[in-house]
């Protein structure tokens, strides 16, 4: 089954304490991203990549790091979490960059932060 | 700013009544928009998308949207909405490189 995976779905971790959030797609997708959803924000992007050894900053990384040295891999790493960043955390695979091709998004994780 | 504008937070309907969700663009003369869906507790799936051709496009679960440049509008409708249709929608758009997000209409149905 064609899917992106996330793990764990629900995290709760105190400030400072390094964590990482995985994310793993079967699709030979190109393209993957992480977003971060807030009640009357929408979804925000954190950071994105193109390709192998290809990331870039989203619209909001600060505090965020990111790697993708595997295709169907992109962990996303928080080094020292803070309650701001306690959220809703998507990630997403696209076949290449998500126009026009469809994102297909894994079941989010739940970070709280305290 | 570059952005995608859903006007409702919150819209409710009744079951088999007819619904509009409002989404209007702001970037680029041929965008690529998206409208996702999002169901209580899960992540999005793409209800339907447009890139040209015929400005009424067709979707999933019985949804379709009309793409209208001169209102930069690209509305979602459907004609009867059932109860599994509460959810929230978030209408899309391209921007270089990346896809942004209204900040999502979240639907009420009543029985």
């Known amino acids: 089954e064609a899917q992106v995976t996330q793990n764990p779905r629900y995290l709760i971790t105190v400030t400072g304490k390094k964590l990482t959030v995985t994310c793993s797609q079967n699709m030979n997708h190109e393209y993957m991203s992480w977003y971060r959803q807030d009640p009357g924000l929408g979804l925000r992007q954190i950071y994105y990549?193109?390709?192998?050894?290809?990331?870039d900053k989203g619209d909001v990384p600060e505090g965020y790091k990111v790697s993708r040295k595997e295709k169907r891999n992109f962990p996303l790493i928080l080094e020292s979490p803070s309650p701001n960043q306690t959220s809703l955390y998507f990630c997403?695979?696209?076949?290449?960059?998500?126009?026009?091709?469809?994102?297909?998004f894994g079941p989010g994780t739940r970070l709280t932060v305290t | 700013a570059q952005s995608v504008t859903q006007p409702d937070i919150h819209i409710t309907v009744s079951e088999g009544a007819s619904l509009e969700l409002r989404c209007n663009y702001s970037?680029?003369?041929?965008?690529?928009l998206f409208w996702y869906v999002q169901s209580p507790g899960q992540g999005l799936q793409l209800l339907l998308k447009y890139f040209s051709g015929d400005t009424l496009v067709q979707g999933i679960k019985g949804f379709e949207a009309e793409f209208k440049r001169s209102q930069s509008s690209f509305n979602l409708r459907k004609p009867s909405v059932h109860w599994s249709d509460a959810a929230e929608y978030f209408c899309?758009?391209?921007?270089?490189?990346?896809?942004?997000f209204g900040k999502g209409t979240r639907l009420h149905i009543l029985p």
């Open positions: 997403a695979s696209s076949l290449g960059i998500p126009a026009p091709y469809e994102q297909y």
């Open positions: 899309a758009q391209n921007r270089d490189d990346k896809i942004i």
């Open positions: 970037y680029g003369a041929t965008p690529y």
């Open positions: 990549s193109m390709n192998v050894e290809v990331t």
